[in-house]
């Protein structure tokens, strides 16, 4: 039964759907938009958001978070100056899906997640 499950597994086991989640983050705070699955950028756009929301805090507890989530300080760095900048005023939805079609090979749905 799938009662009170709130995550999906993405046909991964715990550590390698975190260590996966972790690398779409950085690719996408890196290059501020990314072409993946539609059900991965439904997690990485939940887990994006959140990372989001913590850079707008700024203070030492929301810096030590982050990256103990991203462990790259340069991108880190950059995810709050851009928060600082362009989030300040807003109040959540900072990531964008468009759906660009299905993929060749087994027919996934593909789509574009991009940072407002």
Known sequence: MKHRKYTR???RKTAHRISMLRNLA??????RKIETTHIRALELSKYAE??????????LE?????FAQLRNKE??????DLAKAQYSTR???YTRIVKLGFRKGDAA??????LV
């Open 9 to 11: 597994t993405l046909g």
């Open 26 to 31: 950085l690719s996408l705070f890196l290059h």
């Open 50 to 59: 959140k990372l989001v929301t913590l850079a707008k805090k700024g203070d």
């Open 62 to 66: 929301s810096k030590r978070r982050v």
């Open 75 to 80: 991108i880190a760095r950059q995810l709050f």
């Open 91 to 93: 109040n959540g939805g």
């Open 109 to 114: 749905p593909i789509v574009l997640l991009e």
